[in-house]
Structures are given as C-alpha cells and as structure tokens.
C-alpha cells in the first residue's frame, strides 16, 4: 500500500510533467505561428512583385522612365512608380526584422529603387512615404549619389 509521500511525490511528478508538456505544445505552437506568419509575408509580398512585374511587361516604358514623352505614359508611369514604392515601403516594414525576408527581398529594394529614384526624390512625393524609410533611402541605400 502506498503511503501519503509516495502519492504526493507521484503527483507532484505527474503535475511536471503536466506543466512541462504544456510548456512545450506552447512554444511549439508560437514556433508553427510564427512559421506560418513567415510563409504568409512571403507570399503576400512575392505576390505584389508579380503583379507589379505583369504590369511592367505589358507597359514596358515604366522600364525606362528617362524615355517617355507621350503624357499619358507620363501619368501610367507616376501611378506605376507610387505602386513600385508602396511595395518598397511595405518590403521594409515587414521584412526589417527578419534576416531571411531581408536576404530575398533587400536586393529588389535596391534594383527597384534605382530604376524609380528620381521620381522618389522629386518634392511632391515626399510626404507620400513615412520619414524613417525615407530616410533609409536617401541615406542608406546610396540612390542619391547613383542618381544624382
């Protein structure tokens, strides 16, 4: 027959291993979610890229802004530079703490930026972006010495 200290130390042991498989399903589902969080940044930015790179294929001039003399390329170009940034200024926002987003999607920062940042630069675009990326922009990513 079992005494009183075998069954409280019984159930103190089972109480452990109560708390410890609870602590590890817990840190094992902030593990999935953040996963998961991870995998749906991703998708949800290379989807915008995709769309912004349709649009680019089917209006090639948005390639070569220094090139186009019609207005209304002019107008496509201002809407599709504004979209290129937003896009950018999201990239930033959701990938500044995460290394792997940062190697995958900082390099497109850098070739998009470059090839819209004169439209970037110019005074009335400026209070269309939050003061911290733009001044990553003008300061960090070295656009205002490429393109002055």
Known sequence: MLNDTTIQLVQAISSLIAICLGGSALFYSIFAYTRALKAAHYNEIDKAYQTLLNIAFHNTFVLNPETITTEEHKEKYDIYAFMVW??????????????????????????????H???FKREDNRPKFKDEFYKLVIDSLGFSTANK
Do not use: H, R, S
């Not at 999201?90 to 987003?101: E, G, N, P």
């Open 117 to 119: 940042y004169a439209w």
């Open 86 to 115: 937003n896009f950018l200024e999201t990239i930033y926002d959701k990938c500044m703490t995460d290394k792997q987003l940062q190697d995958t999607w900082l390099p497109i920062i850098a070739v998009e930026g470059k090839l």
